[in-house]
């Protein structure tokens, strides 16, 4: 158990300071930065529909760490074990090569300018763009991280099992409010979970040694096939009924009590978010222009630490041990 105030100084070192981020930030020093990264997902999206929903997620579990620093994409090192081995993370972050294919691209064109951070931000913005989305201006000019911190990626991010009033309190922490939390678990109109995931929620939801009553009948029984008890939790479904499209299904579904993770459905069970879910999946319009609000707002969570432009995103550049404290 991390101690209160711990969890308070965590939270307070991610502040949002997003006065230096402007749009086309590298349109003189990387004049193709952004349609060499869309170009990169387009075809890996060819090649894995989902990889592009994977590389999405990033921008999330980027930003709540620390601000979006690109800390996520750090390897482990013999003395720093990084984000990716983190409780949410591990065996369910994925596509990270995605990352790497489009660095490397850029680092062709560009060597040495275009930041690890503002990769996922543009993939990010791309992957909705690209599964039938709403397009939008993303600002540009964040810095890598020096370092990662699992023990924060740990106190911070969310388990499937949360509840929206949960998730309330976690979101408000990051001046995000209960609209963006709906909106912004709209993200789950593509992608897919793990059987891991919602296997509690399928047989004991809060211990009761029962399913979830908030869940159809008929869906229970098609997750129950997919996820049976003592089955293989890295078997996979569909986060919504149309999981290559980023559409409003998401949120119908939901209303028709066919949400896959507990922490979807709760939004709808929970009368705070409610309404919203009942709007968004009545207007799909209105998702779409609230969405690019929330995304915009969660990447200009930034945090005050020095940092670099990384040639490669899994590792900070080497520097002379002199130079080491510096930013
Ligand atoms: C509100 C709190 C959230 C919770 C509790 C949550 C939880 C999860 C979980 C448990 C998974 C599946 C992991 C697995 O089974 O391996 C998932 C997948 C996903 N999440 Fe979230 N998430 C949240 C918010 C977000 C946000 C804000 C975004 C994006 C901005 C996002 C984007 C995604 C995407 C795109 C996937 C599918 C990834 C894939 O197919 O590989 N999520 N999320």
Redesign the pocket.
């Known amino acids: 158990m991390i101690p209160l105030f711990i969890v308070f100084v965590l939270f307070m070192s991610t502040v949002s300071s997003a006065a230096t981020l402007r749009p086309g930030f590298y349109k003189e020093t990387c004049p193709d930065a952004e349609s060499i990264v869309r170009n990169v997902m387009r075809k890996n999206m060819i090649k894995e529909p989902?990889s592009v929903?994977?590389v999405?997620?990033f921008?999330?579990h980027d930003c709540f760490v620390n601000g979006c620093d690109g800390s996520l994409l750090l390897d482990d090192t013999p003395t720093q074990k990084g984000e990716k081995q983190g409780l949410?993370n591990v065996?369910?972050?994925?596509?990270f090569e995605v990352v790497d294919e489009v660095k490397a691209e850029l680092e062709k064109a560009c060597p040495g300018i275009v930041s690890c951070a503002d990769i996922i931000i543009m993939a990010?913005r791309d992957?909705v763009a690209l599964t039938g989305g709403p397009y939008w201006e993303v600002k540009l000019g964040r810095k890598d991280s020096l370092s990662a911190s699992i023990e924060k990626a740990d106190a911070i991010m969310?388990?499937?099992r949360?509840n929206a009033s949960f998730?309330i309190d976690?979101?408000a922490k990051f001046n995000l409010s209960v609209k963006d939390?709906v909106v912004?678990?709209g993200?789950?109109s593509?992608?897919?979970?793990?059987c891991?995931?919602i296997v509690f929620r399928l047989y004991n939801q809060s211990g009761s040694g029962k399913p979830d009553p908030a869940m159809d009948p008929k869906f229970r029984e098609k997750l129950n096939k997919l996820c049976p008890l003592g089955g293989d939790g890295n078997v996979?479904g569909d986060?919504d009924s149309t999981?290559t499209i980023f559409d409003n299904v998401y949120f119908k579904d939901l209303v028709a009590r066919r949400g896959f993770?507990n922490?979807d459905q709760t939004l709808y069970t929970f009368p705070q978010t409610r309404g919203y879910v009942t709007l968004f999946s009545q207007d799909q319009d209105a998702f779409f222009k609230a969405f690019i609000e929330s995304?915009i707002k969660?990447g200009d969570l930034q945090s005050d630490e020095p940092g670099e432009i990384r040639k490669n995103c899994r590792v900070v550049n080497s520097r002379p041990v002199n130079l080491r404290l510096e930013a």
């Open positions: 989902r929903s994977s999405m997620r921008q999330f949410s065996n369910s972050l994925r596509s990010a992957a969310p388990s499937p949360a998730l976690l979101f939390l912004l678990s993200s789950h593509i992608g897919q979970a793990r891991f995931s996979t986060l999981p993770l922490s995304m969660l």
